[in-house]
């Protein structure tokens, strides 16, 4: 049988679900059609193919899921947010008033680019206009799910704790969202699927954030928001409902029969995470930028109670293993236990528990026969893999020493998006430099106005 690509012996993480994990184990993995077909211990003549790869040195890994992504804006704000007091709501935030649809095309196209090499085959992704997104994401070939962003607040007023509503704003962007999801929804293959946005509890008035929720439960979609970000969101919310963010969306079903990804959680009391454990809620832990920001979840305390874990990035960094180090070094420095967590745990938070989140364990999120062909191939060639540990735990080699640069081949449903280290399916050239003119107008525009 002719098949399209036949990974040859490499060391697999995460087969079966990660159900039998102990080490890396030898295999080959045989692709076709976009899935993966048969994994074998000993390569017969039972199948040729149109492109062999040799997985000599290798280990391969299920493409991680980026639990949290603003694609976008990653390009637009790095280097200007992370030194500054009031970089999010001073600086970020008003910035979003010079976006438009092809400045967010042409700088998603680049974020995706990136999302890619840092070893994401799949992102969750809230934003303005998305079906710019949406396009960026075909062209390059990333597996994406999108969601509009839900607000009826000036974004850029936040940062005086002032709180304006626009209900017009509020109605147009209900009527994106619903646009949006029926054009795009499932489409590109599969690649391509849509959830409800909220962009915060504080950000939308209660009219619409009810108008969210009756939205995601007639179209049967998960929701994607932030949620217990920041300190302003908490004063705001304490101040005006006299109950947190969880308490708030809870006092009307919010969470009732639906899935819900919210990121950050960092100001969410104990009372509020024991609702999130009685509901289909995944806390999108986003730990480099939290910890840029000053502050992140206590992860710990939330897995004690059962809620369920991704890790995402948000903006500013997209290489997964330096996110998955630090979710692993700040889960220790919470609990004072090196034993709190570990690398195999922080992997399954990239991949297995994100799938099982966004709808798609079925789908994606391990190497499994009938699964789509989604994976990350490292090469351990380079010399920070050297040393006697190569023999004795290789997971554990890769996932503390690895960095983006030493994923040879990155694969979205059996084909090969990323050869050692260049995206195959756009001009890196032209990408970045289309993505830098328009990032300097936003920024030209932005600092005119403000003058």
Not at 125 to 132: A, L, R
Not at 301 to 310: P, Q, S
Request: aromatic share 8%.
């Amino acid at each position: 049988m002719e098949v399209d690509l036949i990974i040859k012996n490499t060391k697999c993480v995460g087969l079966n679900e990660f159900k039998e994990f102990k080490t890396p184990v030898n295999k080959s993995i045989v692709i076709n059609n976009g899935e993966i077909i048969d994994i074998k211990d000993n390569l017969t003549s039972a199948y040729t193919s149109k492109k062999t790869i040799d997985g000599s040195n290798t280990v391969t890994f299920p493409g991680f899921i980026n639990s949290h992504t603003h694609v976008s804006p990653t390009p637009i704000l790095k280097g200007f947010t992370e030194d500054k007091i009031d970089g999010f709501y001073g600086l970020a935030l008003p910035m979003e008033k010079q976006l438009n649809e092809k400045n967010t095309y042409l700088t998603a196209k680049l974020g995706i680019a990136e999302a890619i090499k840092g070893g994401y085959t799949t992102i969750n992704d809230i934003w303005h206009y998305p079906w710019s997104i949406a396009q960026a994401a075909k062209e390059v070939g990333i597996r994406a799910v999108l969601s509009n962003k839900l607000k009826d607040t000036d974004l850029s007023k936040i940062q005086f704790f002032k709180y304006e509503r626009d209900d017009h704003e509020g109605q147009t962007k209900l009527k994106d969202s619903e646009n949006f999801i029926s054009k795009w929804h499932n489409t590109n293959n599969g690649l391509i699927t849509c959830r409800v946005g909220v962009h915060a509890p504080d950000t939308l008035s209660n009219k619409l954030i009810k108008q969210a929720k009756e939205m995601a439960d007639k179209l049967r979609l998960g929701i994607h928001m932030h949620m217990g970000q920041t300190a302003t969101e908490n004063k705001y919310m304490n101040t005006e409902y006299k109950m947190g963010s969880v308490e708030y969306l809870n006092s009307f079903k919010f969470f009732d029969n639906i899935s819900v990804i919210g990121a950050h959680c960092n100001f969410v009391t104990d009372k509020e995470k024991d609702i999130l454990s009685k509901n289909d809620f995944t806390v999108a832990h986003c730990p480099v930028i939290g910890a840029k920001r000053s502050h992140y979840a206590n992860i710990p305390t939330y897995e004690k109670k059962g809620v369920k874990i991704g890790l995402g990035t948000d903006w500013l960094t997209f290489d997964a293993f330096e996110n998955i180090r630090a979710s692993i070094y700040f889960h220790r420095l919470s609990t004072n236990n090196v034993e709190s967590t570990n690398a195999i745990d922080a992997v399954k938070k990239s991949t297995i528990i994100p799938a099982e989140s966004l709808g798609l364990k079925n789908t994606i999120g391990s190497i499994d026969i009938g699964k789509k062909a989604d994976l990350n191939i490292i090469s351990t060639d380079d010399l920070h893999f050297g040393g006697i540990t190569k023999y004795h735990d290789l997971l554990s080699l890769v996932i503390y020493n690895a960095t983006a640069k030493d994923i040879k081949y990155s694969i979205i449903q059996g084909k090969i998006i990323s050869e050692n280290n260049k995206i195959n399916t756009i001009s890196e050239a032209e990408t970045l430099k289309d993505a830098e003119l328009e990032i300097s107008k936003i920024w030209a525009k932005h600092f005119n106005e403000s003058e």
